[in-house]
């Protein structure tokens, strides 16, 4: 199994130390497509049935509805219903992505479940009606067990399969997804934007690196590029924000290669945070922070860390 990063504090997965002082962990906060209107790409839950009352709108899975904001995923749109948890509470919904979603009894993608053609607009049955408690996006473009990607070092992959070891199951998830559920995780959303963009290509990259190399496999023999941990990345499906999404979209079209290759952009919380420290593949987590609120931009910093690299499109 290939080596990976082991950062010993990410960004907001733990309450990090530096200085004598301490940092806590930010507040959860809905992603930015959480708005309570069902727009294109979304899977929505409504709170009445005939898909009236307040909406809950949703573009990636949900094991656990009980997981965020800061108690539970809820209901957002105007209308009955709005401000309450969702979990045992929707009555229709209305999918809007270009995927079927699958609504389960239980937590953890589990029990009894209904599916929903894209584009369905339908009352939950007489099993699921206020008895939901978890949402898959099913159908995606490659199964897990087709291991190769579509990526290349000059193009970016379209999807990452990611290890969601808790659950014991491999997911595909569309590549610029998984980065924006990633970044509020390893970054902390209130330090400023050069910061958060310079943590937008590192987490990309890093990600793109594992997708092309990657040979790593479940004890059940699925193939995967990534762990959705800190032995990789912490990725969260639904933990996206505004201010870390905005970073994204503005690098989105850059990339850091070595040699005209792709690289492993690495990062700890400090300079001397981790024990396997190497100068030259590594990003401060904390130093893009003051960096940044130094004046410098993201493109400086990333060049003070990371040695002998081309930004570029």
């Known amino acids: ?29 809905s992603a930015a497509s959480r708005d309570g209107v069902c727009d294109t790409g ?18 990636t899975s949900i094991p ?32 809007r992505s270009s995927k079927k979603v699958r609504v389960y009894f239980n937590t953890g993608l589990t029990g009894t479940y209904q599916d929903f053609a894209p584009g369905a607009k339908a009352n939950l049955n007489a099993t699921l009606k206020n008895q939901n408690a978890s949402h898959e996006f099913l159908g995606s473009t490659l199964p897990p067990t087709q291991c190769k990607t579509d990526g290349t070092d000059s193009k970016l992959p379209t999807t990452i399969l990611v290890y969601r070891e808790s659950l014991n199951r491999v997911e595909r998830v569309d590549f610029k997804t998984y980065v924006k559920n990633v970044l509020p995780n390893e970054w902390v959303t209130s330090w400023p934007s050069e910061s958060l963009k310079a943590g937008a290509m590192a987490v990309k990259n890093f990600g793109w690196y594992w997708a092309l190399h990657s040979a790593s496999k479940t004890p ?18 639904g933990s996206a924000k505004a201010v870390t999404n905005a970073a994204v979209d503005a690098t989105w079209g850059t990339r850091l290669t070595r040699n005209g290759k792709i690289f492993r952009a690495q990062y700890c919380s400090t300079t001397t945070a981790c024990g396997n420290w190497v100068n030259g593949d590594w990003m401060s987590q904390y130093g893009s922070r003051d960096k940044a609120r130094a004046g410098w931009t993201y493109s400086r910093i990333l060049k003070n860390y990371y040695t002998g690299i081309v930004i570029g499109s």
């Open 1 to 29: 199994m290939p080596s990976r990063t082991v950062r010993l504090i990410s960004g907001l997965t733990a309450t990090m130390a530096l200085g004598g002082t301490m940092l806590a962990t930010a507040t959860p906060a």
């Open 64 to 95: 656990d509805y009980s997981t965020t904001q800061p108690s539970c995923y809820d209901f957002k749109g105007p209308g009955e219903g709005k401000g309450k948890c969702i979990k045992n509470e929707a009555a229709s919904v209305w999918n």
């Open 220 to 237: 059940s023999g699925q193939c995967f590029d990534v762990y959705d941990h800190t032995s990789s990345q912490v990725y969260k499906p």
């Open 42 to 59: 979304e899977f929505c839950y409504y709170f009445n049935s005939n898909n009236q009352g307040s909406v809950s709108d949703f573009t």
